[in-house]
């Protein structure tokens, strides 16, 4: 599958790890024409099952079915605001949490979620998936926390859109858990809220994840 | 350590396991005066360290420090107005899933917990934790999953109220991990639901438990 991912930064990185683990092509687009280069050099050389990565610049036409918004909140809003009428008929993927200025809640009213936000703003046709929103960079460029695959947590209203980033997720050695409708984010940037305030207090030094064991 | 347990339901047993396993004192109260009484003698032939267990019908004083009411909201809300006064001073805890009727959703208003409706009955001095919301009875009998300790997620306003708390869930076998103030109820209610949402779809049967792995 060809995926764009928007955002070069520690996200970019770590999906993009599953991504191109998973043999997918990838296209990396940041402003910084640098960081996408660099973080492109660094999918293409972890990249298996003959995956194609390259980078480009703001602007660029979305190839593929699939974008995924690598980037902070709100920088997600302005980002769909932005790409406009190109989303239409896109998965696209929201992974942020949207927290207030001094990090010790979200910045959202209660009753939404970024996600919704961001299917508010996109046009008519997209389709929104919540995920890898409780999952931290470096546990998804490792893949795994402890010997155990992480768990990412999808939330949408489309279903064969959620299964396209599931069927990624999977992909990449992970397992997708379908939670439901995309006002289920909600609960999900909850989640991932939930688990940013405790790294600190418990030292876990975002090397932990949140995992539905059975 | 006297734990007051006021419901001999699936709940009130899977908590009232991991309290006598940890050598507390268990009062159980139900309406059911049957219930209460078979419950209590199960967790009688479970305790350890000297831990004594007796039933007890509604209007009971209630003894001990912490007070759970393990019954199904709103009837923790309930509960909360019929004990009133006799609440000042206790750590009540609260763990309920406020599911909606049609069972796909949260009955809670946006902006608010069962936990936080539960402090607002409660009277002043009462002080209110969140906690074992995110753990299905089955798993609380047995106090682990697929061989990992359950994770408690505790919320509340009081620390020492929640370190009492969390003793009780160590003593138990099991972790406690403090996720803030108990409007972070709100986002633990979330978990619990999301929790609830996938178990038919995964097929787990209940058998299942969130937990921060590291």
Redesign the interface.
């Known amino acids: 599958m060809q995926v764009t991912v928007i955002g070069a930064g520690n996200m970019g990185r770590g999906i993009g790890h599953r991504l191109v683990a998973g043999g997918h092509d990838v296209t990396v687009v940041d402003r910084d024409a640098e960081e996408a280069g660099q973080l492109a050099e660094e999918l293409r050389a972890a990249a298996q099952g003959g995956a194609t990565v390259e980078a480009a610049g703001p602007g660029t036409e979305l190839r593929g079915e699939v974008v995924i918004l690598a980037v902070y909140y709100p920088g997600s809003l302005e980002l769909a605001r932005e790409l406009g009428d190109s989303l239409a008929g896109k998965v696209v993927v929201d992974i942020s949490n949207p927290l207030n200025q001094t990090f010790d809640?979200l910045s959202t009213?209660?009753?939404?979620s970024a996600a919704e936000e961001v299917a508010a703003i996109a046009p008519a046709g997209t389709r929104v998936v919540k995920a890898f929103n409780t999952t931290f960079s470096g546990t998804l460029v490792e893949g795994q926390?402890?010997g155990?695959p992480l768990d990412v947590?999808i939330a949408g209203n489309d279903e064969e859109a959620k299964e396209t980033v599931a069927q990624l997720v999977r992909d990449g050695g992970l397992r997708a858990?379908?939670?439901?409708s995309l006002e289920?984010a909600?609960?999900?940037e909850?989640?991932g809220?939930?688990?940013m305030?405790?790294q600190q207090?418990?030292g876990?030094n975002f090397?932990?994840?949140?995992?539905?064991?059975?």
Not at 109 to 112: L, N, Q
Not at 177 to 180: F, L, R, W, Y
Not at 207 to 214: D, G
């Open positions: 809640g009213p209660p009753g939404t926390v402890a155990q947590l858990i379908d939670v439901g289920r909600r609960h999900l909850g989640l809220f939930l688990g305030m405790v207090p418990l876990l090397q932990s994840a949140w995992k539905l064991i059975s």
